[in-house]
């Protein structure tokens, strides 16, 4: 079974709504989710919020988080996790951001870099790493690490934070 067919069953079985928050995978885990017929009875929304000013004004992340952490970052993907779940009133915020080149600007950030952050009841969880490869394989790959992110959490009933890998 597919990780995102996976998801859908275990929100179902929870009762459960999620919304996504995606900056590098471009709408890609929205795409995955909405794939599965009947996930509109858990997937409320993905907002693409590429730019900065689109994260400030989508996702109401501070121009200063922005500013000292940086657009790709564990502060700023907590508070898209955080808004995007306290917009869609769900019980599931996930967040991604990351850098998936070619390299733009003068950022010591290396291509792959990747943060996802996944706000749940009771807890949020997030992960910190760099995915190796091209452009459209760092962002397949972020949206696949953000599903079985969250399918184990709905399996194991995470109560801890994930630590960078």
Do not use: C
Not at 10 to 36: P, Q
Not at 78 to 96: I, P
């Amino acid at each position: 079974m597919a990780v995102e067919e996976e998801v859908g069953r275990l929100l179902i079985a929870r009762g459960w709504r999620l919304a996504v928050a995606e900056t590098s995978t471009g709408g890609f885990i929205g795409y995955l989710l909405t794939s599965i017929p009947g996930s509109s009875s858990y997937f409320d929304r993905s907002i693409v919020a590429y730019s900065n000013q689109a994260k400030e004004t989508s996702l109401a992340i501070p121009p200063a988080t922005l500013q000292q952490h940086g657009a790709v970052s564990q502060m700023t993907v907590l508070a898209m996790a955080a808004h995007v779940q306290g917009l869609s009133q769900v019980e599931v915020g996930l967040a991604v951001t990351g850098l998936t080149g070619p390299r733009i600007g003068r950022s010591s950030k290396p291509i792959g870099l990747t943060y996802i952050a996944i706000a749940l009841p009771q807890v949020t969880l997030w992960w910190q790493g760099v995915i190796p490869g091209e452009r459209t394989e760092i962002q397949r790959q972020s949206a696949f690490k953000v599903l079985e992110m969250l399918r184990d959490a709905l399996l194991h009933d995470s109560a801890k934070s994930v630590r960078p890998a």
